[in-house]
């Protein structure tokens, strides 16, 4: 997947996004870092043509987002949003099987193939014990691992996640993080993802993209952009930037 020179604004007057180019690789975990407000999730948003650039082309497969109709484009990728609700009533196995729409015609009924996909999802998210819960019933880990199984269910093979750690305790992180290292490692979807704690990003990404106040400044892999400076630059921050033997690189903030 590849954005060239995206330009999007919410209301005409002020651009969210100028002139954002990334290159997304197959098979890969890329993860897009920067201070709150940068356009991390509006860049996820256009890139999954949830929001319609004014400027700009983003390819997916040799064909531009324009030309893919919604149910192509959802077997192609799917989206975990930062914000998820659902009714309270609703069990794991019903939310799950919302992620084969794009799979079925109107009206008609669920096939092998989509049971197949649910019980995928449900496994892969270790959540087949509670397909019976409710939402309410469920830790908040649990609750984040079912918007991934949604997403999952649509066996797409690119997954979108905005900040899916988020509001988890450390535990839990792990737990998503690892979550989605395997789907990549061992069902080779590629990842595009939020994060907001830039040690789970070098840590689990294969490339960063840094943005800040709508702009791409930085892509590369960690190791190639790590510096004090670029902490200092974008996030305003000094940092100590420490390497250990079995964690590899990591960042401690100093002070601002
Ligand atoms: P991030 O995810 O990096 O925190 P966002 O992409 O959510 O940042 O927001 C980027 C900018 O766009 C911010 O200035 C934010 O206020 C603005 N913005 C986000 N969503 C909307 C929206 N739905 N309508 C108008 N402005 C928005
Ligand atoms: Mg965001």
Request: aromatic fraction near 6%; include cysteine; proline fraction near 4%.
């Amino acid at each position: 997947m590849e954005a060239k020179e995206i330009t999007f604004s919410y209301d005409e007057k002020t651009a969210q996004l100028t002139n954002v180019s990334c290159e997304i690789e197959q098979g890969k975990v890329t993860t897009i870092i920067g201070p709150n407000g940068s356009g991390k999730s509006t860049l996820l948003g256009v890139l999954s043509k949830s929001y319609l650039p004014q400027g700009g082309q983003i390819l997916l497969d040799g064909k531009t987002l324009n030309q893919y109709k919604p149910k192509e484009l959802a077997k192609k990728l799917a989206v975990v949003h930062q914000q998820n609700d659902a009714p309270v009533d609703m069990t794991v196995e019903k939310l799950t099987s919302f992620g084969r729409l794009a799979h079925r015609r109107f009206l008609t009924p669920q096939h092998d193939e989509d049971d197949a996909a649910i019980d995928w999802a449900l496994a892969c998210t270790n959540l087949t014990e509670k397909r019976e819960k409710t939402i309410t019933q469920l830790s908040g880990g649990e609750r984040q691992r079912v918007w991934i199984a949604m997403a999952l269910a649509q066996k797409t093979p690119i997954l979108f996640l905005d900040e899916p750690t988020t509001y988890l305790d450390m535990y839990f992180q792990f737990e998503i993080l690892e979550l989605v290292k395997s789907l990549n490692e061992r069902h080779g979807l590629t990842i595009v993802m939020v994060l907001h704690d830039v040690n789970q990003a070098i840590r689990y990404s294969d490339r960063l993209i840094v943005m800040k106040a709508g702009e791409i400044i930085l892509e590369g892999t960690p190791e190639e952009m790590l510096t004090a400076e670029m902490f200092k630059a974008v996030y305003g921050v000094d940092v100590l930037i420490k390497e250990d033997e079995e964690m590899g690189l990591f960042v401690v903030p100093k002070g601002i």
